[in-house]
């Protein structure tokens, strides 16, 4: 029997599968589309992601295909210096999502995952043994989890009925890949202008004379599965901008929405839901690649440790009590982006404000930090200390970094004073006994996803965290 089966081969279904296949999950990807996706849904990747690829050796393979940013303007396009975050990756990854998808499929290709286009998911029913999944051609699979990873307008969840409640669209983008025959400088004066009111506006180049073409949509279509046409994205310039900018040759068009939704439940039983298919929202901020990604790392080790007989009895369930808060605060925070940048006379209003307050550095940093997941905290327990729940950033060690020591999913014991154990974890947890000028901690243990489960110098404490989050020891 499969172990797992993930619906849906986008960046959330892929990175998941090679967490699990890093614990020797048997995983198996039913993508729906026969052929990779040519539509750009996301453009890259922000602090919190970025560590966490590197934490996997991911990084080195992606910067190289991408565009560094600084972070600036992600908050509803106000465009103030960012705080300086506490972080090695203070900056955007720009990439298109075709570009990190195709990594992220080799990756896990590469670990073993069995990944299967054209097939998709039409059915499924389950008891207390595991889940059996329809397909569209009339085949069946079988296997002891299934996860859900199938976009806003998840098959998964909506068979498993399980509530999406929220906001419908209100608005929507035409989005597409075209060329142009405007010169670049006429863009940038008629975009510079257009883009005073309109932040849903925007010509960005990405080479050999095409450009990325985001307009606002006319309505709200009935139905955004199906794409706006050429023409219907001309007439929207034309109204915008005064000109076409004589856009021709479009790769692919597609159409978002401002709707907010969140799952009502992450877990039925042996079926779960990541990414999309958990929460929807704008993309204003450009947060929502980052935060179904982010799912999957949360989500990964606790269900290979459960899969594999290790987990504690309630482990799994803490990914829809640590994730589904997250989700929420995004959606909040993306409600008051697209308020943000409305051209109503009361949100520019409130926007002059949050502008100015931007200007204080604190306020600077709480906004940034929240656009770039780094300030996220999960309750781990009991303790004082400011680094526990949170995430920690890639310090320097005598011999090395620390997230050149994550690569291989599990948990990470950082003794700077040699004196304690993990030894009936060793099949779990790794053990460094290393020192560090930027870690103010005698020790502390990590998690698989990096975030801190223990700070102390107390072997008892440290199996209390031991056993809390890994299991009994052996």
Known sequence: MIDVIIAGGGPTGLVLASEL???GVRVVVLERDAEPTKVVRALGFHARSIELLDQRGLLDRLRPLGQEYPVLGFFAGIEKPAARLDSAHAYVLGMPQPVSDRVFEEHAAALGADIRRGQELVGLSQDDRGVTVDLADGSRLQARYLVGCDGGRSTVRKLLG???????ATAETLLGEMAVTASPETITEVQTEVRRTHKRFGLMPVGEGRYRVGVPAATVAEDRAVPPTLDELRQQLLAYAGTDFGVHDATWLSRFGDATRLAERYRVGRVLLAGDAAHIHPPAGGQGQ???IQDAFNL?????????GWAPAALLDTYESERRPVAAGVLDTTRALMELMSTEPGPQAVRRLVAELMGFEDVNLFLTEKITATAIRYDVGEGDHPLLGRRLRDVRLKRGRLYELMHDGRGLLLD?????????????????????EELDAPAVLLRPDGYVAWVGAAQAGLAGALGRWFGREV
């Open 21 to 23: 296949r890093l614990h």
């Open 162 to 168: 399980v509530g999406f409640p929220g906001e419908p």
């Open 290 to 292: 980052n935060l179904g």
């Open 300 to 308: 990964g080790w606790k269900l290979a440790g459960e899969i594999d």
């Open 416 to 436: 700077q004073t040699g004196e304690l154990s993990a030894g009936g974890w060793a099949d779990r947890v790794d053990v460094v006994s290393d020192v560090s």
